[in-house]
C-alpha cells in the first residue's frame, strides 16, 4: 500500500525540555543542573525584557535560541529563531506575537524544570 501524496501529516511535537541535552550539559550533577537552570532564566528573563525594546532583534534572539539549545530548553527555539530571521530581514512584523510565543514556551518550559527539579517525571 502506498501513502496517499494528499495526506499531510502532523509534524512531531518536540518536548519544550530536552532532558538528555540538559542533563548532559550539567554533566548529570543534580546541584549543578539546579544551578544552570537559575542561570538559564535569569539570563532568559533579561534577554526576554531586552527583546521587547531591542533595536538588534535578531542578535539576541540569535544569543537565546542558542542558549536554549545548549541547555536543552527545546521550545524556546522555534519563535526565537523566526524572531531572529525576521530582525536580520528588517521586517518585524509579527514580532510581537513570536514574543508572546516564546514568553509562553519560557513559562511551560520554566513549569517543567521545576517540577523536574521538585523530583517529579517529566517527558523525554
Same mark, same amino acid.
Given at each position: 500500500? /502506498?501513502?496517499?501524496?494528499?495526506? /499531510?501529516?502532523? =509534524? ?15 554533566? %548529570?550533577? =543534580?546541584?549543578?543542573?539546579? %544551578? ?12 526576554? /525584557? ?7 532583534? %535578531? ?25 531572529? /530571521?525576521?530582525?536580520?530581514?528588517? %521586517? ?33
Amino acid at each position: 500500500m /502506498t501513502p496517499n501524496e494528499n495526506q /499531510t501529516q502532523a =509534524p512531531a511535537v518536540e518536548p519544550a525540555v530536552d532532558f538528555e541535552q540538559l542533563r548532559a550539559a550539567s554533566g %548529570d550533577d =543534580p546541584g549543578f543542573l539546579k %544551578d544552570l537552570a537559575n542561570l538559564y532564566f535569569e539570563q532568559a528573563r533579561e534577554i526576554m /525584557t531586552a527583546l521587547g525594546a531591542a533595536v538588534e532583534v %535578531d542578535y539576541l534572539a540569535h544569543k537565546l535560541a542558542g542558549a536554549s539549545l545548549s541547555c536543552g530548553m527545546s521550545a524556546m527555539v522555534a519563535p526565537l529563531r523566526e524572531l531572529e /530571521t525576521r530582525g536580520r530581514k528588517g %521586517d518585524l512584523s509579527g514580532a510581537g506575537g513570536l514574543m508572546s510565543r516564546a514568553a509562553a514556551s519560557l513559562e511551560i518550559v520554566r513549569a517543567e524544570m521545576e517540577e523536574y527539579l521538585r523530583g517529579g517525571k517529566a517527558a523525554g
